[in-house]
Nanobody, 124 residues
Framework: QVQLVESGGGLVQAGGSLSLSCTAS????????MGWFRQAPGKEREFVAA????????YYTDSVKGRFTISRDNAKNTVYLRMNSLKPEDTAVYYC?????????????????WGQGTQVAVSS
């Protein structure tokens, strides 16, 4: 079983940037496809970005394309989410997730393991 811990959240002004990290323990991260999701108050958890096991394929929800970048460093057992040009509507708790399935996935039910989340708040 893999344990995931997110870090890097915080408060930023609109137009600013943040970088989130998700560090895995218990298993080698290269055995997992990874994703980032977010959940705003009163809303369902939604997909943000995903990356396959070797990092060569990525996928983004339309609202973050061109602004967010997902990447991974399997040697460091870490997945990253670089967020640029942040908007108030990006405010949410951000979660990383892992699945042992091959490929790339963008629904909550595809993922088996979740971190505890990190808060991102964007002020206008």
């Amino acid at each position: 079983q893999v344990q995931l811990v997110e870090s890097g959240g915080g408060l930023v002004q609109a137009g600013g940037s943040l970088s989130l990290s998700c560090t895995a323990s218990g298993r080698t991260l290269s055995n997992y496809a990874m994703g980032w999701f977010r959940q705003a108050p009163g809303k369902e958890r939604e997909f943000v970005a995903a990356i396959n096991r070797n990092g060569l394929s990525t996928y983004y929800t339309d609202s973050v394309k061109g602004r967010f970048t997902i990447s991974r460093d399997n040697a460091k057992n870490t997945v990253y989410l670089r967020m640029n040009s942040l908007k108030p509507e990006d405010t949410a708790v951000y979660y990383c997730a892992a699945t042992s399935s091959r490929g790339i996935y963008y629904t909550v039910s595809d993922y088996d393991y979740w971190g505890q989340g990190t808060q991102v708040a964007v002020s206008s």
